[in-house]
């Protein structure tokens, strides 16, 4: 590894070892309903005077409050009316006040250009609270009841408290706790028995202090005391978010092809989510797992799903009503990337999960028609690419989705530091989206890029040496088995892997090509077996002797020398193996997956027993394996495009390699009872998407990956 790059995984591991259970930047709106709370024990002072401070040693030059990077409407004009309301309760700081009242005047008019689609969570609830406190406070404002924009403001809170069932806030949590500082008319009584075990209400600073405000609850205290202290004197939007931060931070060390850095961490996240999970759903934390979200469930699934953990897909009929999935109950509008995370998550289905199939079918319609309308824009998150990123998932289903294609694209995706989220204002994840994740991920992507393509130089010379351009395979050809097999099998330590997966590739497809009859399929394996035989009693390879046999004799002495499980005799009797269902079979044979996976496995480091081989389950998943590449290389050959380019589709339309496409995976995934290895089992699932890509992709789309995964230089 070279320094650039441990420096950075030193950094990444650095800000995972004190993640603890989350952060985020300080939100200048929650700071200032914290500063408004009075001392509980009656002396008129700030409860927290850091708060306060905070709020004078924070406003930015144009004299608002909020995110100082985005400028979005509802961010500033939120938090900086809720900065000059503070300041105006303790009367401090007149002129910090009269400038943050002339932006808010000023910047009004700009609510009416903001997408819709960007509104903050609540906005039309708070800000109407929040402008009658100022009103209150004689603070300057417009007047609602004439100017249009509040007027307007002001009718969709009348219209959404018509719709809120007060006896339902009452007796049940729901989201509507995160918004308690913009209700009218709550019975406090009540309200305390739903309070969060950590004394809050759903984990919100603003709505746990505006609590604080009404009935002095020693928990309340509490909870805002730790978080206070914390973060060192003021409060985040939310706070804690330990689920909803390292399912989101594992998503992106994936996509960004540097998860394997990791992975002890990684393990330790997904024993931690295993550990809580809830068949009714996840909150963004364990204390708000009484309100679950489809999309901080969704992430966990998937993510303990692909770790190997026996996750039912039933959670997910808590977020379903007549076929459609909702993020929370009472939601008026679903956000883009949560139906994204639902249709990624409910590709890595297993057999029978009909809850999965209707989730697919739901939010792959979903993100086809806002697709279609160009109509991306998220409520929960300001990101450089979503619409690049919906895209590439919905033209590639996750079956042949290859790592490095994934991770290629994801890096001009990524926004790294840029990238903002949305809730009652602007946040940031800091351990989700900066600069480190993004620098390492391209550093490591053109590592792993100039190693392949110094590979492909020398698989280029070995292709030539051994005269393969004589036996029907072409070196464009050649360069797409390299390519599939560098996509799958990336890691600089896993070059005997990818080699061998290449040369054996590359064999298996010369000589099919050349001996495709019957008399020529024998007349080889005759060869072949006399000169094993040969080759075995003199423990020597004839390197002059011309012809497929001897390339395949000295390619197969050469993979023996690069490591101890690789032995040359158990080479040969893999290749006898295939090649004598060859011969019989022809172009039926259904063994040649097996011989890949076992060459990769075995370059692995792996000892395939035969007490392995006859384990029911490796025999169940080889038979699949076998059985699928065959059916998708037969699709390939044909060169009738599969996908046909149509966004609607989330795969083949051959609905015996989606079912046995589950069997597989779920094989693969799942934890084996009988102790088989688990990266054996990967190996099958790796090289069926290499099946499944090039039956997918037509060759416009494999030629474009090939020159943007190989040859184009991350910048």
């Known amino acids: 590894m070279n320094y650039e790059i441990q420096m950075r995984v030193d950094a990444v591991k650095a800000m995972w070892e004190s993640i603890e259970d989350g952060w985020l930047n300080i939100s200048a709106y929650d700071t200032a309903w914290v500063a408004l709370v009075e001392d509980i024990n009656g002396s008129g002072s700030p409860q927290f005077p850091s708060c306060l401070q905070w709020i004078v040693e924070n406003q930015l030059p144009d004299g608002s409050w909020g995110d100082r990077a985005v400028f979005l409407s509802y961010d500033r004009l939120l938090s900086t009316l809720a900065c000059v309301v503070a300041l105006r309760h303790w009367n401090v700081h007149p002129e910090k006040s009269k400038r943050g009242i002339e932006f808010f005047k000023e910047n009004l008019e700009r609510l009416a250009k903001e997408d819709p689609a960007n509104m903050s969570v609540g906005f039309e609830m708070i800000f109407p609270s929040l402008i009658e406190m100022a009103r209150d406070l004689n603070i300057e404002v417009p007047d609602p009841n004439t100017h ?14 018509k719709r809120i069932p007060m006896e339902v806030v009452h007796k049940m949590p729901t989201s509507l706790l995160f918004s308690l500082e913009a209700m009218p008319g709550l019975q406090w009584d009540k309200l305390l028995k739903l309070q969060s075990e950590n004394g809050s209400f759903l984990s919100s600073p603003a709505s746990t202090a505006f609590a604080l405000m009404q009935t002095k609850d020693k928990n309340c205290l509490r909870y805002l005391n730790d978080v206070v202290q914390k973060f060192s004197g003021a409060v985040p939007n939310f706070y804690s978010i330990e689920f909803f931060e390292q399912s989101w931070a594992i998503d992106r060390l994936t996509r960004l092809g540097i998860s394997r850095y990791f992975g002890e961490k ?4 997904m024993n931690f989510f295993y550990k809580n999970w809830k068949n009714t759903g996840l909150g963004w934390n364990r204390y708000t797992c009484d309100v679950p979200d489809l999309d901080d469930t969704i992430m966990a699934f998937r993510l303990l799903r692909l770790h190997g953990y026996d996750i039912s897909c039933d959670v997910l009929k808590h977020f379903e009503t007549d076929g459609e999935f909702f993020c929370m109950v009472g939601q008026s509008s679903e956000a883009v990337t949560a139906m994204f995370n639902l249709f990624r998550a409910s590709q890595v289905s297993f057999p029978g999960e009909k809850i999965m199939e209707d989730a697919k079918r739901f939010s792959c319609e979903f993100l086809t028609e806002k697709r279609a309308a ?16 919906i895209g590439f998932s919905l033209d590639l289903p996750w079956y042949g989705i290859l790592p490095r294609i994934e991770t290629r694209f994801y890096l001009d995706q990524y926004g790294g530091a840029n990238d903002v989220w949305i809730a009652k204002v602007l946040y940031r994840l800091l ?20 190693l392949h393509r110094t590979e492909w130089a020398a698989v280029q010379e070995w292709y030539s040496e051994s005269g393969l351009d004589q036996f ?10 390299f390519f599939l097999a560098s996509s799958s099998v990336f890691e600089p330590e896993r070059a005997r892997e990818r080699l061998a997966w ?29 000169a094993t035989a040969t080759s075995l009693r003199s423990s020597k390879v004839n390197e002059r002797s011309p012809g497929l046999v001897n390339t395949l004799m000295k390619t197969l002495h050469d993979i023996s020398l690069s490591t101890s499980t690789a032995h040359y005799g158990t080479l040969q009797k893999m290749w006898k193996k295939w090649l004598l269902r060859w011969e019989s079979e022809g172009d039926d044979c259904e063994g040649g997956a097996e011989l890949l996976a076992n060459m990769i496995n075995i370059n692995a480091g792996y000892f395939l027993s035969r007490k392995l081989q006859l384990n029911p389950e490796y025999q169940r998943l080889v038979q699949l394996t076998n059985q ?3 059916r998708l290389q037969s699709l390939q050959n044909s060169k009738e495009p599969a996908s046909s380019n149509n966004s609607n589709k989330t795969g083949l339309s051959d609905p015996e390699i989606e079912s046995k496409m589950q069997e597989l995976v779920q094989l693969v995934l799942l934890n084996s009872s009988n102790g088989i290895d688990s990266n054996i089992k990967k190996t099958f699932l790796a090289l069926t998407k290499t099946f499944y890509y090039a039956a997918y992709c037509d060759s416009k789309t494999i030629d474009t990956h090939i020159a943007k995964v190989l040859f184009e230089r991350v910048n």
């Not at 249009?148 to 408290?161: D, S």
């Not at 008399?519 to 394996?525: E, H, Q, W």
């Open 148 to 161: 249009p924009i509040l007027k307007q403001i002001y009718a969709m809170k009348n219209e959404k408290l």
């Open 266 to 269: 990684i393990k330790e996240s």
């Open 374 to 389: 160009n109509q991306l824009g998220d409520k929960w998150v300001i990101a450089k690419d979503i619409a690049g990123e």
């Open 431 to 450: 351990r989700v989206n900066n600069e480190i994740y993004l620098e390492l991920g391209k550093l490591d992507y053109n590592n792993c890029q100039a």
């Open 472 to 481: 029907g395979l072409d070196r464009d050809r050649l360069l797409v088995l």
């Open 502 to 530: 290449v040369k054996t590739s590359a064999l298996m497809e010369a000589i099919t090509s050349t001996y495709n009859h019957q008399r020529l399929r024998s007349a080889f394996v005759h060869e072949f077996t006399n």
């Open 628 to 630: 699928l590449c065959h």
